[in-house]
């Protein structure tokens, strides 16, 4: 039963992986995003780890996906206004793209992952651990990325600012 | 500038104070108000089984009458149709022959008379101008209808039937006042 | 586990059912309601008293052709109301319904799914439901109804986090995030709502938002926007958007009952002695009972306060909502600090 599941959530993964990149209206982009999203919170709960799943579900599919999905439909892209790219950009842009793609196989090969025995059983996605590792062994880290965050935020409120004032 | 009427009233909207800031104990204020409307005696009248009664003046569909005997007043005279500033009175006039006695009262009758229901107005000044007491407007109402040529209405909807004599006392009264302030 | 399974289906049916008939005479109470606060009758003809207007509604729905609008997207056209719908009663696996019922020496209990963060699974699902009406919406190739779905969009984004604010400082106090056991806690009169009053009156505002519920319905408010995100529906899609809200309605105060009004707990009912499952029922029809009042507030606020302008909606939800909602959970966990100290 899990390994069904696992593959048919890995392919649908990504199929919709590709609708993103291949598909020629940004709507649709948007949302196969955001099926992409739907599927790795199904990976989240095949480990086991429920709290995650759900926090991506709300954080990445129910917030920050609706403003992307908003932007994209306020802005009203179509054939029309896509830009034009000359072929210097194109070829840019392929050579960038292999040359990640090239990165990141070197670091795949290095890698040696655990096996997976099918047994998920441990309670390491539990609401209780997930704490206990974040605001006990990962403590600063957190606490610095909240700061970051904060950080952003009041950048983007001053940049709104500045505008109107002027 | 200058009050013409002395009744202008001056309304002031200063500063929301701190507890209409709050906007909750205001909305409770609302809802209080809301929730006395729901047991408040319900002004809906159920039409088909109860009716809204019409006022004794009220100016609805014609009637031609009869008189007691059951002949028809009508003598085609086309006053009414004179009187009518919507012009919606039609009429052919004939003459009675014989044995026709004991339908129409005069000599002379209509033998077409039609109202355009969409023309007419309901001014009531057919029924002023009428001499033999024959039309008179009652408080029944025009049926609606999906085609505009049944609103004209001919004799066999504005004579009343023998059977079923149509009370217009009221109006008549009414009309007998009217005449009087004239005098 | 094969008896597990199939009453598990069985109580999936029930509740798939009374949630459906609960938002179905919910839309005659809604028009029943609001007619006696106008001191109108309301539809009393189909049935005794009209009790059978939503199935009248709902005939007429399915008999009346299905419009899809030239240049609308066809697949998002039709799957926009499929997803509300669908996302509406998603949220009610979790909710838990009354206590165990004992059938043949087992105990089952009257939820779906007990899951360990079963909060986190409603705000995913009502976060997830604004897709519905974005993408129909957007389909529609219309403005108005392009407009209504970024006025969905926007707003249920920002009541989203004040609502989840606000229920932060619940859980800081019962330390769990599972309904059931936040239901279990409140036994006897240990209700949230006396506890965390704020919190309750913030989460209550933020589910009139997300439900879009006056005096925040102004993804479909009439006067502006014709009818907001479905201007463009009619037939059944129309009639499953109407319905969501109500669906939306009804999950939410039972949302609300779960986390602040004891859920199903009936106080010192233990003293009476009764049966287990006759004490179980009792708690469901007082659950039920409690849920019904909620959304009758729904709709009693709805025909008393006139809707927001949306700056004034921005501004409440941003500098409100959110920063009572953080000095709440400020103080919440302040006073847990205190208690704890003096144990």
């Not at chain 2, 004794?56 to 031609?64: D, Q």
């Amino acid at each position: 039963m899990l390994p069904v599941l696992f593959i048919a959530l890995s392919i649908s993964a990504i199929l919709c992986a590709l609708g993103v990149v291949v598909s020629r209206n940004p709507i649709h982009s948007v949302l196969f995003l955001i099926l992409t999203f739907f599927c790795i919170s199904g990976h989240y709960i095949l480990m086991n780890a429920q709290f995650l799943a759900l926090v991506n579900i709300i954080v990445y599919a129910g917030a920050i996906m609706v403003l992307f999905l908003f932007v994209v439909m306020l802005l009203n892209l179509n054939k029309a206004t896509e830009p034009h790219k000359s072929d210097m950009a194109k070829i840019a842009a392929s050579i960038t793209a292999g040359l990640l793609l090239m990165v990141m196989l070197g670091v795949i090969k290095g890698v040696s992952l655990p096996s997976f025995d099918g047994m998920m059983d441990s309670e390491n996605g539990y609401v209780k651990n997930l704490g206990r590792v974040l605001f006990q062994d990962y403590l600063i880290p957190f606490e610095l990325s909240s700061i970051l965050f904060l950080a952003a935020m009041v950048g983007a409120v001053l940049l709104g600012k500045k505008n109107i004032e002027e | 500038m200058l009050s013409l009427s002395n009744r202008k009233k001056v309304i002031e909207q200063g500063e929301l104070s701190f507890m209409e800031k709050l906007y909750l104990p205001v909305i409770a204020k609302g809802l209080g108000i809301t929730v006395k409307h729901l047991f408040k005696r319900k002004v809906t009248i159920k039409y088909p089984e109860q009716k809204r009664s019409f006022a004794k003046i009220y100016r609805g569909l014609h009637v031609l009458k009869r008189d007691e005997q059951g002949r028809e007043n009508c003598t085609a005279c086309g006053m009414c149709a004179v009187a009518c500033p919507a012009e919606a009175i039609t009429m052919i006039s004939a003459e009675r022959k014989k044995g026709e006695e004991h339908l129409y009262r005069e000599e002379k009758y209509a033998s077409v008379y039609e109202i355009n229901m969409l023309r007419c107005i309901f001014c009531g000044l057919c029924e002023e101008a009428c001499p033999k007491d024959a039309i008179y407007l009652t408080d029944r109402t025009v049926d609606s209808e999906y085609n505009r040529d049944t609103f004209i209405y001919g004799k066999d909807k504005l004579v009343e039937k023998i059977d079923n004599r149509i009370d217009i006392s009221q109006r008549k009264i009414k009309t007998e006042q009217k005449l009087d302030k004239l005098k | 586990m094969d008896s597990f399974l199939i009453y598990k289906a069985i109580l999936v049916l029930v509740i798939f059912v009374v949630s459906l008939v609960i938002a179905m005479y919910s839309t005659i109470l809604e028009r029943k309601f609001a007619a006696w606060i106008q001191d109108r009758v309301g539809p009393n003809r189909t049935g005794p008293g009209g009790v059978l207007q939503p199935l009248a509604d709902g005939v007429k729905m399915f008999m009346k052709e299905d419009i899809i609008p030239a240049h609308a997207h066809k697949f998002l056209f039709k799957a926009g109301p499929m997803i509300a719908m669908t996302t509406a009663l998603m949220a009610s696996v979790v909710i838990p319904f009354g206590k165990t019922l004992l059938i043949g020496g087992k105990e089952y209990a009257l939820q779906v799914s007990d899951l360990n963060i079963g909060i986190l699974y409603v705000f995913a699902m009502v976060s997830i439901g604004v897709y519905g009406i974005m993408i129909g919406g957007w389909a529609s190739n219309n403005k108005f109804s392009l407009l209504g779905a970024l006025r969905a969009s926007s707003q249920m984004i920002s009541y989203e986090l004040a609502m989840s604010l606000s229920l932060i400082s619940v859980i800081m106090a019962s330390g769990t995030l599972s309904m059931s056991e936040i239901a279990q806690q409140q036994s006897g009169w240990h209700w949230n709502v006396i506890t965390q009053p704020l919190s309750f009156i913030i989460f209550l505002i933020c589910a009139f938002a997300e439900t879009n519920r006056t005096p925040f319905d102004l993804p479909e408010c009439e006067t502006e926007l014709i009818g907001g995100y479905h201007t463009e529906y009619s037939s059944m899609g129309l009639g499953l958007y109407l319905f969501a809200e109500y669906v939306n309605m009804f999950i939410s105060s039972a949302v609300m009952v779960t986390l602040f009004f004891g859920g199903y707990n009936i106080p010192y009912i233990e003293k009476l002695g009764l049966a287990h499952n006759l004490e179980t029922i009792l708690g469901v029809l007082f659950f039920f009972v409690k849920t019904g009042f909620f959304i009758l507030f729904f709709m009693w606020v709805r025909w008393t306060i006139p809707r927001f302008r949306f700056d004034q909606l921005m501004n409440l939800g941003w500098k409100y909502m959110i920063p009572l909602a953080l000095i709440n959970i400020l103080v919440t966990g302040g006073l847990i600090l205190i208690f704890d100290y003096f144990k």
